[in-house]
T-cell receptor
């Protein structure tokens, strides 16, 4: 069975500093990896995905993610955090055989001015 | 472009009551999903419909039924609500492809007393 782990319930960072939100996964075969963001009282919004190819994936709002096959990780990064980036972030994985997308437990990002 | 629309936004039920959560998408997507979100547990898949005319169980299907009414609409029914079903429910849709991201509605917050 596929699974996703987000080891940090919350990440705190100062505005202007780089941020990293961690994600590790377990899946059979090649992984399809996704990051979503959730603002209060809203549904999840797609940020970026890794399918194949370059290990550094660029997405919306200046976010990027680094795929590391040997460490089975897909960490979300941004060079300079904004207060408006404060939200709940979810990592998700799907294998190439199924239709089910499995989510991690979420990481709350708090960016302080 | 409305995307994924869920009704109602809020609902309070008493134990044993029944209700149907409605979901409609206007993006001509083949696949539709129902997830529940609970604190610290991320999103868990209840049921999904890979294409019109098919439905399959997800991770936590007990106590729920679904109907794929047509390509646009996918409803979730609670026949006899229990307090353990207190949660936020999200409907999502996507293209029928492993690398397609999900598009989410804004959720239904359900409380069962």
């Amino acid at each position: 069975a596929q699974s996703v782990a987000q080891p940090e319930d919350q990440v705190n960072v100062a505005e202007g500093n780089p941020l990293t939100v961690k994600c590790t996964y377990s899946v059979s075969g090649n992984p399809y990896l996704f990051w979503y963001v959730q603002y209060p009282n809203r549904g999840l919004q797609f940020l970026l995905k890794y399918i194949t190819g370059d290990n550094l994936v660029k997405g919306s709002y200046g976010f990027e993610a680094e795929f590391n096959k040997s460490q089975t990780s897909f960490h979300l990064k941004k060079p300079s955090a904004l207060v408006s980036d404060s939200a709940l972030y979810f990592c998700a994985v799907r294998d190439n055989a199924g239709n089910m997308l499995t989510f991690g437990g979420g990481t709350r990002l708090m960016v302080k001015p | 472009n409305a995307g994924v629309t869920q009704t109602p936004k809020f609902q309070v039920l008493k134990t044993g009551q029944s209700m149907t959560l409605q979901c409609a998408q206007d993006m001509n997507h083949n696949s539709m999903y129902w997830y529940r979100q609970d604190p610290g547990m991320g999103l868990r898949l209840i049921y999904y419909s890979a294409s019109e005319g098919t439905t399959d169980k997800g991770e936590v299907p007990n106590g729920y039924n679904v109907s794929r009414l047509n390509k646009r609409e996918f409803s979730l029914r609670l026949e006899s609500a229990a307090p353990s079903q207190t949660s936020v429910y999200f409907c999502a849709s996507s293209e029928y492809s492993v690398n397609s991201p999900l598009h989410f509605g804004n959720g239904t917050r359900l409380t069962v007393t």
